[in-house]
């Protein structure tokens, strides 16, 4: 028999034995009795027995292969009672409990059975963080509102480009690299134009998951991030909500039943809206006029509803909505806006008898941004907009392996018209749909002590006609209870392209569009070898090594080391002088003149380290990144606008008062300077509307800019010190008022936004903006 055959027939029965043996599962979902609110990454286990998971984002654990027998089933988390509860289980049971947590009124020293205790074995956990509201409050809220944005810039490989129109580059990654999902809904900008804060209202997240490189299958479509977002399902007990205030932002959030549960096992309903507003240009000129007379040009609205139904069983659907705008006038630079609406929802099913659980997710959103800018007379204008929908199936076959396999499609259109920096138009209109299917095992060794959690994409472009075999692996070695190694890796696509260039001393314009067809027809190599260019698709590889050490109780290091090859880019042509047509004068141009984009290679490396604390009242977290970031365009080599070689940001957080209901943060962030393209000159530049037959002596020209050699020098260090101090009142049972006062920039450091290649003058990010807010939740 052939040696194929025999493997897969072994593979069989081991997946059989492992789906269809004498044992049992307890399976269900873990709920705050408070609020009804899913209870996230809390521990649920058999007592006296090595049988234990951790709840997922929905609240949702599986105890699965346990012996026929009389158990106590326990479920723990900090701040909560233990909850305790006596159970049998038969031989095939598949027992669903739901599980609901009191709130302790005892003040816990520690948890000694600790979810994240059991996560640090059992997940592989290479290059990805996870963040609750909790974290985020323990950063100085800019301007007296939290925001996730905020802590983003903390995370290690993360590079953050400025306080006023700011991106985030993830490991070498532009932000067109990067995937933001909510709620499994796409969303194409996450940022506001004030980089302090996001369209996301923190009050509303429940959980994010920010996966920096080595992501698994169940993700695709992007080269470098994912930043997963998951919302709060709104209070299932009673009608509640917040309002806040401050100088930046006001913000409003509501949220109750829509029916009630008339027992612990019956369907209820909830819903949740936010909105939030910035009436920063008013405001700013009664509190911060010495930053501008005429006030600060940022304003934005965000508005996000969800309503929940839920099963008995604690199968639900969610159906949500969204509408973001921005608007923002830099003078003498820019004047751009961009507006984002969707809708859509999402369900997660527990099948009875079955032990699957089954998840997905359907979904439209549409984002339009336009910008016109002092050096261009014309305007530029980018639309993307579409649906997504999935759906995976996770068998839970043992203790703590599992397997998953999902659908996804993706289907948009772009509509992008865009003028280079020699105002040559470079427009598309397209198409495009994606459809990518995975798989993925998870497998951890009795002795717990191995994890290979390999999973395996395919992505099919369909526009492109090309597919994407992409490989990917988790490795992770508990070397011992303190000492943990982790490796990950695997192969990455994508077909929508940035376009944004590097002779912008500003990056404001973030349009969309997929991979063109007025692409060039070969490449030169580093090595000075020609290569045909066969291929659409953006592509890179990623490899991660790196180690977690517990140093001490409650304090804990990572550190890993990451390589990210792009095979291949594609960017927008920002030297097209010629039209790529049949005329013969323009056939015997270099593409580097006439096609409208380009194709690159690159590479980024570097090291990241994290240091934390957290225990009691305490709070310290630091972080470091070195980078290393090229791109190779055929003709140099050159650092991307975004090459920033050390990152530092120290958070420290202390919570104090007989009550606790003190709190003060600090926050320190140092960053080396980015490259730019420096101005080598200046000419006339004329406008040759009519061609051959534009009588130029009679033109009028505009100033036109001579470029420097490409990002060959660098703007000065950046570093920023944020403070905040809290207080909390407890009004009445459901009611607490808390008030912030606070500064971003305390020393008003005069760190560089860009220099005006016009006038030769230096404009500075923000000053130091004090700010004072208030909060009344209800």
């Known amino acids: 028999m052939p040696y194929p055959k025999v493997t897969g027939i072994l593979f069989f029965l081991w997946f059989s034995v492992e789906l269809f043996a004498q044992t049992a599962s307890i399976r269900g979902f873990i709920y705050t009795k408070e609020d009804g609110e899913p209870s996230i990454f809390t521990l649920v286990y058999l007592k006296g027995t090595s ?21 106590t089933l326990m479920a723990t988390a900090i701040g909560y009672d233990t909850i305790k509860e006596n159970i049998s289980v038969k031989t095939n049971d598949i027992i669903t409990k739901k599980i609901y947590l009191i709130k302790s009124n005892l003040q816990l020293k520690t948890v000694e059975v600790s979810a994240e205790a059991e996560a640090k074995k059992s997940d592989a956990r290479v290059s990805v963080y996870t963040i609750t509201p909790k974290d985020i409050n323990r950063i100085p809220a800019v301007g007296g509102q939290p925001d996730i944005a905020q802590y983003l810039q903390l995370i290690p490989g993360v590079v ?63 080269l470098s991030s994912i930043m997963d977002f998951t919302t709060r399902d709104g209070n299932k007990k009673r009608y509640s909500g917040k309002v806040s205030l401050s100088p930046f932002v006001g913000s409003l959030l509501l949220e109750g039943p829509i029916f009630k549960a008339k027992t612990e096992e019956g369907a209820d309903g909830s819903f949740i809206l936010s909105a939030k507003t910035s009436y920063l240009p008013t405001t700013s000129k009664l509190f911060y006029s010495y930053v501008n007379p005429n006030g600060l040009p940022f304003s934005f609205n965000d508005i996000y509803g969800k309503a929940v139904f839920s099963a008995g069983n604690g199968s639900k659907l969610n159906l949500f909505g969204f509408h973001y705008d921005d608007h923002v006038n830099y003078p003498n630079v820019a004047d751009f806006n961009w507006n984002e609406n969707g809708f859509g929802g999402n369900f997660v099913v527990v099948p009875n008898g079955s032990p699957v659980l089954i998840q997905g997710n359907f979904a439209y959103s549409n984002y ?38 999902g659908i996804e499609v993706v289907n948009y259109s772009t509509n992008f018209d865009f003028y280079n920096a020699v105002n040559r138009e470079i427009t598309q209109q397209d198409n495009s749909t994606e459809l990518g299917t995975y798989v993925s095992y998870k497998f951890l060794s009795k002795n717990e002590k191995l994890l290979i959690e390999p999973s395996f994409r395919v992505q099919y472009y369909a526009t492109l006609q090309a597919i994407s075999p992409e490989p990917r692996l988790d490795i992770k070695y508990n070397f011992t209870d303190r000492i943990r190694f982790k490796f990950a890796g695997g192969w990455y696509s994508q077909n929508l392209v940035s376009a944004t260039s590097e002779l912008d001393v500003v990056n404001l314009f973030y349009g969309y569009l997929s991979s063109p067809d007025n692409l060039q027809s070969t490449f030169t190599n580093q090595n000075g070898t020609v290569t045909d260019v066969t291929s659409r698709l953006q592509k890179a590889n990623h490899i991660i090594f790196g180690f977690e050490f517990d140093l001490m109780k409650h304090l804990d290091m990572n550190i890993e080391a990451y390589r990210k090859n792009y095979t ?43 240091l934390k604390y957290d225990y009691k009242r305490f709070y310290f977290w630091l972080t470091y990144s070195l980078a290393y970031v ?43 300077g980015f490259p730019f393209t420096p101005t080598a000159g200046y000419y006339e530049q004329l406008n040759f509307a009519n061609n051959i037959n534009t009588n ?24 920023r010190l944020d403070i905040s101090i809290k207080r909390k009142f407890e009004l009445t049972e459901h ?5 912030s006062a606070g500064a971003t920039n305390v020393y008003d450091r005069d760190n560089i936004f860009y220099y005006d290649r016009i006038t030769n003058l230096r404009v500075n990010q923000l000053p130091i903006l004090p700010s004072i807010s208030a909060s009344l939740t209800f």
């Open 630 to 672: 090229n791109v190779w365009d055929g003709m140099e080599l050159y650092f991307p606008s975004y090459d920033r070689r050390n990152t530092i940001n120290l958070v420290g957080s202390y919570t104090f008062g007989k009550d606790l209901n003190w709190e003060v943060n600090a926050r320190w962030t140092f960053g080396s």
């Open 696 to 719: 130029y002596t009679a033109t009028n020209g505009i100033l036109g800019i001579l470029y420097g050699d490409i990002n060959s020098a660098r703007l000065p260090t950046y570093h």
């Open 160 to 222: 953050f480009t400025g306080d006023q129109g700011g991106q985030l580059y993830i490991r070498g990654g532009s932000p067109v690299e990067n995937k933001v999902l909510l709620d499994g809904m796409i969303i194409y900008n996450p940022f506001h134009s004030i980089g302090l804060f996001s369209v996301f209202d923190m009050d509303i997240i429940r959980n994010a998951s920010v996966y920096t490189g080595g992501f698994g299958a169940q993700y695709g479509g992007r």
């Open 368 to 405: 339009d941004i336009g910008l016109t800018t002092q050096n261009s007379p014309n305007p530029s204008s980018s639309n993307i907009g579409g649906f997504n929908m999935g759906t995976n199936l996770t068998y839970y076959l043992s203790r703590k392996n599992t397997l998953t396999y």
């Open 51 to 71: 049988y234990g998971v951790s709840s997922d984002v929905n609240g949702y654990y599986s105890i699965s292969k346990i012996p026929p027998g009389n158990y």
């Open 568 to 610: 291949q880019l594609i960017v927008i042509n920002p030297l097209k002088i010629y039209d790529d047509n049949s005329n013969p004068d323009n056939e015997a141009q270099p593409d580097y003149l006439k096609k409208d984009f380009l194709v690159e290679t690159g590479m980024a490396q570097g090291v990241d380290l994290t």
């Open 735 to 739: 009611s607490r008022l808390e008030l």
